[in-house]
DNA sequence: ACTAAGTTCGAACGAACGTTCGAATCACTT
DNA sequence: AAGTGATTCGAACGTTCGTTCGAACTTAGT
């Protein structure tokens, strides 16, 4: 975790060394406070959870928070923003070279599905709580939301004329992310398969689904 | 809306009239109540909405509102009670006398998509505030929806018997709810079709994903 | 018209909320 | 060892939270 480092309150720290190394003190600081924020976001949601119980999940008085970030919210789309920008650019990367349309959604499923098990309080933070940001940080989780949603839409429309396929894109689409998303009701890891069997059994429902019969007219 | 009505506070108001002409004063009352405040946890999520927000929706005071349910907590636990029970008991009413699995779970997803799409507050409260009970609220509607759970995997595993497939149910069931779940981050009545329609759609991608290849090797 | 139960409300309770502030402590450089 | 900026914290701020209480009002049976 950690983007770039953004100032904190007024006098923002310098940020020396601008390439080397990776992470500054701050910002490695910042990055655990933000996993210990996402466990409690997960267990509370993000209304239920007050800034006390971060402080207590992460070590820091309740003041000393706040010389990391200037607001619950903030502390929010910090997490969502990270994870979201993550799983897009390691999709963007696995994509790269793939050409047929049905390998290039197999890959989008077990992308998602990884990640989504990797970091189960991430994901789920960024599904549950898609509507607790207001104003300028929802519209900036948003645009990433949209890219990653016409990223999906761009596969299935390549899929449907490499095939002569009719069906709607949008409804195939959401129904996927429905599939894909509302796994952080019901996964359990000791019982349930991991990310790349349950990817190979949701990419078969879902491109047999779209596949099997109903082929253009023309 | 309204249970048989309970007890509200010290002294329980008398239920005359056993059986006739349905609901008291009180039970009408509280079935106001609850519509305006599903609503409000449909928009402000159950943490983040006041019972002053719901005092405001109803047009009643305060205390008044203590006059119908003894907490915030019931109140939800009486609106997710009466949502659940009505789906299931809708379900069954329609299942009732067809045998052919495919049609069945046809009929159980054209259920869902008919009752989430008349009422989508109710549907969103029940399915984005499934954690937000505890102890004996939680328990009394995970009962519920473990028994919706199971019919709908009892239909799923008469369709692999009857036409020899070979899936994981519970993936399979888990997945479907997910698509249809998933309708309350993404509906919009202006642009997208009728639940009919929406049912169709997805009784498609989900039957022929499932029904499709991967035939039982005995 | 009287009564008793059913219904509503203003006002207040203590607790918990997110956030702020100034002082104390820490980690470095010199 | 002193000095400087980065980091941490105790204590408090004003606000809002869910809930309670007693008094008032309404309704309906007699």
Same mark, same amino acid.
């Given at each position: ?74 502390? *929010? @789309? ?6 979201? +920008?993550?799983?897009?650019? &390691?999709?963007? %990367?696995?994509? #790269? ?78 129904? *996927? @992310? ?6 952080? +009701?019901?996964?359990?890891? &000791?019982?349930? %398969?991991?990310? #790349? ?22």
């Amino acid at each position: 975790m950690g983007s770039p480092s953004t100032a904190a309150r007024v006098s923002a720290p310098r940020r020396h060394r601008a390439v080397p190394a990776a992470a500054t003190r701050f910002d490695r600081r910042l990055a655990e406070i933000l996993t210990h924020a996402t466990e409690v976001f997960r267990k509370k949601g993000y209304e239920g959870a007050s800034m006390r119980d971060l402080s207590r999940a992460s070590g820091m008085s309740l003041a000393g928070l706040y010389y990391y970030f200037e607001s619950k919210e903030r502390l *929010l @789309f910090l997490i969502q923003k990270h994870t979201f +920008t993550t799983i897009v650019q &390691r999709l963007k %990367a696995r994509l #790269e070279g793939v050409s047929d349309p049905e390998t290039q959604i197999r890959i989008f499923i077990l992308n998602h599905l990884e990640y989504f098990l990797a970091n189960p309080a991430s994901m789920k933070v960024l599904s549950h709580e898609a509507e607790a940001l207001k104003n300028g940080f929802a519209s900036e989780v948003a645009a990433i939301k949209r890219e990653y949603y016409r990223i999906c839409v761009g596969l299935l429309d390549d899929l449907k004329r490499a095939r002569g396929l009719q069906f709607s894109t949008r409804i195939a689409v959401l129904s *996927l @992310f429905g599939m894909m998303n509302w796994i952080y +009701t019901w996964h359990n890891s &000791r019982v349930d %398969a991991d990310a #790349e069997q349950l990817a190979g059994e949701m990419s078969d429902i879902f491109l047999r689904g779209v596949m099997t019969g109903a082929k253009g007219r023309r």
